[in-house]
């Protein structure tokens, strides 16, 4: 799962979620990756899966469960705090 900054102040806002780190991963519940992209116009905000070995096709719908929940839980933390940035 991704949240992705490409746009003008993409440097700016990404600094300015990152002000809010703590109470994002505390609402998100878990730690997230802060790739700021220093060789790039772009950032991106990641939550990766720890230990999920695609090759594994026998987890595969316990993966593909976890995406569903993630995908659906994603929004509910970044869009007010996006959506009250300046």
Not at 18 to 25: D, F, K, W
Request: with cysteine.
């Amino acid at each position: 799962m991704v949240v992705y900054i490409n746009d003008r102040g993409a440097k700016l806002r990404f600094e300015q979620l990152r002000q809010q780190l703590e109470p994002i991963e505390t609402k998100r519940g878990c730690a997230l990756e802060w790739q700021e992209l220093p060789d790039a116009h772009a950032c991106c905000i990641a939550l990766c899966r720890p230990d999920s070995l695609l090759e594994n096709e026998t987890r595969w719908p316990e993966y593909i469960a976890w995406m569903i929940d993630q995908t659906t839980r994603m929004p509910d933390v970044f869009r007010p705090v996006i959506r009250a940035l300046p």
